[in-house]
Nanobody
């Protein structure tokens, strides 16, 4: 069974950095686009970043552009999200997901990792 496990979240202060990781167990997703999303309390889940299959390109939400860097290590079946200059509004549960190009949506999701940024 496919499983995505996120890690690296925590409680940090504004201006700090974090690197989130997401590792897939089971089938490899090396040929797929992976995405990062987040959901803050009382808000809908929102897109954060998408990382191409070879990790050479990534797209970012405007809210994190310039502060976030997505990458991947296909040998480890792992993707990363480096977040710098964190702001209190970055507080959310961060999820990784795998894009299904046939269905046109993210279909495999992790359980999420909490990021809390104090002011």
């Amino acid at each position: 069974q496919v499983q995505l496990v996120e890690s690296g979240g925590g409680l940090v202060q504004a201006g700090d950095s974090l690197r989130l990781s997401c590792t897939a167990s089971g089938p490899t997703f090396n040929g797929y686009t992976w995405g990062w999303h987040r959901q803050a309390p009382g808000k809908e889940r929102e897109f954060v970043a998408a990382i191409s299959p070879v990790g050479t390109t990534a797209n970012y939400a405007d809210s994190v552009k310039g502060r976030a860097t997505g990458s991947r290590d296909n040998a480890k079946n792992t993707v990363y999200l480096q977040m710098n200059s964190l702001k209190p509004e970055d507080t959310a549960v961060y999820y990784c997901a795998v894009w299904n190009a046939v269905l046109g949506q993210y279909t495999v999701w992790g359980q999420g990792t909490q990021v809390t940024v104090s002011s």
